[in-house]
């Protein structure tokens, strides 16, 4: 079945980067866009961007533009998603999606 | 950016009777291409999101059809027929016309 396994949660201080993973399996990675969504506590979603797995085309959501990079190993089916200059306020869970299949969540924290 | 609003945000419903959530846009979700890009989601509590309805009315695969979607343009609605417990947790309406997807505020329905 149709599946998208993220990596494991991370704790980090302000300004540093962090990359998530997200590992493909049971179709064919490169036919479906892999779209970022994330969720801070107890608040709503908010998109992060997209990525063309086949061309590796990207579009990013403005306020994160300069901070954000989605990047993928098509040898591997893995899609990646690093955050760079964290803030507090990137503290969140971090879904990777097809739309309609969607990740475990990556909880991400920003802790000094 | 377009701007879902749903209503409303929350919901108590007795096992057995009927709900409806409403969501509209603020611009058209009609693509030339003759669809229409709104979905439904669901996220029951500690879980990721889980596709309920695509394209307006579309059930994903394995979604019970007490859940129905409908509507056209900027007004749609999704409907359940008749509330289990298991329906609980966050529903969220969501638009892919354009870049950045957006999100609906979500609709907490609980159990009486």
Redesign the interface.
Known sequence: QVQLVQSGAEVKKPGASVKVSCKASGYTFTNYDI?W?RQATGQ????MG?MNPNSGNT?Y??KLQGRVTMTRDTSISTAYMELSSLRFEDTAVY?C?R???????TTISVSS | DIVMTQTPLSLSVTPGQPASISCKSSQSLLHSDGKTYVYWNLQKPGQSPQLLIYEVSNRFSGVPDRFSGSGSGTDFTLKISRVEAEDVGVYYCMQSIQVPWTFGQGTKVEIK
């Open positions: 779209n969504v709503g979603l908010e998109w997209w579009g959501a403005q879904y999606t739309g309609d299949v969607w990740g475990q969540g």
